[in-house]
């Protein structure tokens, strides 16, 4: 016999699918890619539907459900990208990623302690998909969750806000970034580490993780020279409005 829960739980997966098709083809409609759009936005919506990750009760996580399956529909769908790789390293080594219910249900995201990530210590959002929440040592401290909650999170809004211009604008000035730490190499005599002006230029100095290490309270992050990075705090701490926003608080820990 199916209990009640059970059942909430099933509509609530063909409901999320469903919907996220629906919204995924109009998305896709705008593309020319309507089938495309559909099967991103069902998958998508079947996931976190069984994942439980949508806070239907809220503001934030109706509008969450919406964008995600819409406007940053392109940003979703390399999330699932990254989900699959995760998924299947998951399969050839044995070595779960570990999925993290805590942060994740009714909190509008997915997220992993470990999984692919492009930098060890370091978390990586793409879509709704954070990796990496854990710390080197595998510890999800009380410092790494609020790195979630309040780093990570802002780049899932960052990305629901700008939609397919944030892929754009982050790797634009990275590469940009990149380019200006060479040249600058190249001309000057300082000591500096290349790989330290790639940090400086391309990554601190991005106004998207700029944004993110503000609202975490972390500017300047913890461990980097402040006079490598923006002098002041970025000046919108708090530009996700009131009901779409998680709380910020103080670090407990260095990142």
């Known amino acids: 016999m199916v209990t009640a829960h059970e059942a909430d739980h099933r509509n609530e997966v063909v409901g999320t699918a469903v919907g996220g098709a629906l919204l995924g083809a109009m998305a896709g409609r705008a593309l020319r890619s309507t089938a495309l759009g559909a099967t991103v936005g069902f998958v998508h919506g079947w996931i976190t539907g069984r994942r439980r990750i ?3 009760s809220s503001r934030r996580g109706r509008a969450a459900f919406v964008l995600d399956h819409s406007w940053a529909l392109p940003t979703t769908a390399a999330g699932l990208v990254v989900l699959g790789i995760t998924w299947l390293r998951e399969r050839l080594s044995g070595v779960s990623a570990g999925y993290e219910s805590s942060l994740s249900e009714r909190q509008n995201r ?6 692919v990530v492009l930098r060890r210590g370091f978390a990586v959002t793409v879509g709704t998909v954070v990796n ?6 595998g510890q999800l401290t009380e410092r790494r969750r609020k790195l979630v909650t309040d780093h990570e999170d802002v780049h899932v809004w960052q990305q629901r806000v700008f939609g397919p211009l944030y892929p754009i604008a982050y790797v634009g000035w990275f590469v940009g970034g990149v380019l200006v730490s060479v040249v600058r190499r190249a001309l000057s005599r300082n000591d500096a580490e290349l790989s330290t002006e790639i940090d400086r230029f391309a990554y601190y100095r991005n106004p998207f993780e700029w944004h993110a290490y503000t609202c975490d309270a972390n500017w300047p992050p913890h461990g980097v020279d402040p006079q490598s990075v923006w002098a002041e705090r970025f000046p919108i701490s708090e530009w996700v409005p009131q009901p779409f926003r998680e709380s910020a608080g103080t670090p407990a820990e260095p990142r």
Request: hydrophobic share 40%; no cysteine; charged share 25%.
């Open 54 to 56: 949508y806070d239907w």
């Open 110 to 115: 997915i997220v992993h302690r470990a999984g």
């Open 132 to 137: 990496g929440a854990a710390g080197r040592d």
